[in-house]
């Protein structure tokens, strides 16, 4: 993690070479490389995403859950060994996160791989040229979009605690807000701004980690918490995170829905991911 913290910090430095660009994009892609997020308000209009909303949320199947998993087994498209999937047509994935284990953090979180697939209207958005421009601008490199897939939140009690996803490889996530997360407890995406960056919080956090077998390597919950942002915005908005910062999705409140497209953008050689690269032009 340090060693990919002192690359990143070095080319963080050092100023991107733009050949599509705005101002506008220029300004956000500062803000990702100073804060390690940026959030562009209203990008699509409100009343398709509130569509796309209700649309995706009837792709997770009814019914039941999935029943239990047995011990250790990891499915494909999981997260846990305790989530279980469902194959849905065209190749789309629905994972149900911890199922069986209520008080899990993530429990009752569904995610829907492959969504574009369902909803071809989506595809676009994978291919957003403002989304990769932006990104482009802040690290310097154009990466290909390695996953395409949504969140559904739905009384969520208990999230994933702040962490990083893993240890300083580049890796860009945009979240497309479908449903307007006016308050904490719609589920906000919570960042704690400047975290990208190589920082003795993060270090202090590894240590503890590793001194305890029982606990998730990259958990960060050693924060000054009153000094993380609560993203608030409009559906339509699209969120920007390097998740090399510290971040979480905060726990909604019962009766409350979030639905997001998360759109990941990682180096061709990232092992995490199980698609083929597909590449995005950063055209302005
Ligand atoms: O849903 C969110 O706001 C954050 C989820 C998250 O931590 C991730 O996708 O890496
Ligand atoms: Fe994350």
């Known amino acids: 993690m340090v060693g990919n913290d002192i690359h990143k910090a070095r080319s963080l430095g050092r100023a991107a070479r733009v050949t599509h660009s705005s101002p506008s994009v220029d300004r956000w892609a500062a803000t990702l490389r100073e804060r390690g997020y940026v959030l562009i308000p209203d990008h699509l209009p409100r009343d398709t995403c509130v569509t796309w909303a209700a649309a995706v949320t009837e792709l997770a199947p009814a019914g039941p859950e999935p029943s239990g998993p047995p011990p250790d087994a990891r499915q494909p498209y999981t997260i846990a060994t305790s989530s279980r999937t469902v194959p849905l047509p065209d190749g789309a994935v629905a994972e149900f996160r911890r199922i069986g284990t209520p008080e899990a953090d993530d429990s009752g979180?569904?995610?829907?791989?492959?969504?574009?697939?369902?909803?071809?209207?989506?595809?676009?958005?994978?291919?957003d040229p403002t989304v990769a421009a932006v990104i482009f601008a802040a690290g310097g490199e154009e990466l290909p979009s390695r996953a395409f897939k949504a969140f559904v939140h739905a009384s969520v009690r208990r999230t994933q605690g702040y962490h990083v996803d893993n240890d300083g490889e580049v890796c860009y996530k945009a979240f497309f807000a479908l449903t307007d997360i006016g308050e904490a407890a719609d589920g906000a995406?919570?960042?704690?701004?400047?975290?990208?960056?190589?920082?003795?919080?993060?270090?202090r956090n590894v240590l503890r980690n590793t001194m305890r077998a029982d606990r998730y390597p990259r958990a960060m919950d050693r924060i000054p918490a009153s000094a993380a942002d609560t993203v608030l915005c409009r559906a339509g908005s699209v969120l920007i995170v390097d998740v090399n910062g510290i971040h979480r999705a905060l726990p909604q409140a019962d009766g409350r829905v979030r639905v997001v497209l998360v759109n990941c953008f990682d180096r061709s050689d990232y092992p995490?991911?199980?698609d083929p690269p597909v590449r995005v032009t950063a055209l302005a």
């Open 272 to 274: 995490v991911n199980l």
């Open 109 to 127: 979180v569904v995610c829907i791989y492959h969504v574009d697939r369902l909803m071809p209207a989506l595809t676009q958005l994978r291919s």
């Open 189 to 203: 995406h919570s960042y704690l701004p400047g975290s990208h960056r190589a920082r003795w919080t993060k270090y």
